[in-house]
């Protein structure tokens, strides 16, 4: 398998899958701000859309979507239950939780990543992130991961995106569960080796 990735970027939740998966696979960077690989060839010509995660497996199939990706890899190594059974209710809470940090965390911290955001929105942007991250503060009370006692891709995923909260000056102080999520997320073995890959850990 090959994972195309853009350090930082959320297909660091993909990265850390498969190095939790402890999949045989190769991570190839694709920066999302010159999408030029590292053999100097046009990263649109293998993804159209240009963004990142992408996922193409030995047989040339691709994966484009993280959550999509994410429970792929699980489903590769059921022993590691990085993901509840297909067709359980927990399995269905995994991708409540995948649905909301994409919708409501990912794509809400976008507008803030864009320099033709107006000044005047990003206040908004900020308040119902704060909102967002406030409920997920209190859906961890008691609970090492969102699904409970066992990490799941959720908790990659939610990892990743809440990484970015440094970089766009949202403070996340108050939420102590979730930085005590955190601190227990970077701690893994798997995250630190995804994280040093991309450049991110020294």
């Given at each position: 398998m090959k994972l195309y990735y853009s350090a930082g970027a959320c297909s660091l939740s993909p990265h850390i899958a498969l190095e939790e998966a402890g999949l045989k696979y190769e991570a190839i960077s694709a920066?999302?701000?010159?999408h030029q690989l590292p053999d100097g060839s046009d990263y649109y010509k293998i993804n159209p859309l240009g963004y990142v995660p992408l996922l193409v497996l030995d047989d040339g199939r691709q994966l484009r979507e993280g959550p999509a990706i994410v429970q792929?890899?699980?489903d590769q190594v059921p022993d590691k239950k990085l993901a509840p059974a297909n067709g359980s209710f927990e399995r269905s809470k995994l991708q409540e939780w995948l649905n909301f940090i994409g919708t409501e965390i990912h794509k809400g911290f976008s507008p803030l990543f864009n320099p033709a955001t107006p000044a005047d929105y990003k206040p908004m942007v900020m308040a119902r992130l704060a909102e967002r991250l406030k409920f997920t503060d209190g859906e961890l009370a008691g609970k090492t991961y969102l699904m409970g006692d066992t990490f799941t891709v959720a908790d990659g995923y939610l990892f990743t995106v809440t990484n970015w909260a440094q970089f766009v000056g949202l403070d996340i102080s108050s939420f102590t569960n979730l930085l005590a999520f955190r601190a227990r997320v970077?701690?893994?073995?798997a995250v630190i080796a995804a994280m040093t890959a991309e450049g991110l850990l020294k």
């Open positions: 920066p999302t701000k010159t792929y890899i699980a970077a701690a893994r073995p």
